[in-house]
């Protein structure tokens, strides 16, 4: 079983927000492949499906993001899973718009739902599926931003990327990381 784990606020005024593209990314994945309805366990919001051949558990704490390992070591501590066998779907202002990056391990790089991740797991070794949303520029701007809702001008490649990630999610599944970065750089550069 694999655990995938969206990050993001559970203000239904922040669903738009930069900072939830990890909900919005596990919505989709759960949409496109048919994931059971959404409901409420190990403080977030759980739907399981099938993608690739794994069996994939969908999470998305409804912590807040700066709490959200409470949830995560909840769900990873009830199926005994291991960190590799979690990914974490988030936002990364160090990628362009429309960008994705996945990588095992690392830092928190400032972002909180990683660092919560990081202290409840007590292990840095799972997955993290880097969503690029852009940076504002200026560090003084960056919380207003990552709090800021995605405008019209995003919408295009918002829309075009949360679907590229949704089509090549059973790659990520089969553990074809490569794989799944090429094929969803493919399907957003053939949209533009």
Known sequence: MLLWVGLGNPEPGMARNRHNIGFMALDTIAHRHGFTPWRQRFKG??????????????LKPM???NNSGESVQQASAFYKLPPPSIAAFHDELDLAPGKVRVKQGGGAAG????RSMDRMLGDQNYWRVRLGIGHPGSKERVMGYVLGDFGKEDRDWLV?????VADAAPLLAQAKQPDFMTRVALLTQETK
Do not use: W
């Open 111 to 114: 972002h909180n739902g990683l």
């Open 160 to 164: 075009t990327l949360l679907d590229a």
């Open 45 to 58: 919001l759980v739907a399981e499906g099938n993608i690739g051949g794994e069996k994939v558990l969908a």
């Open 63 to 65: 912590t807040y993001m």
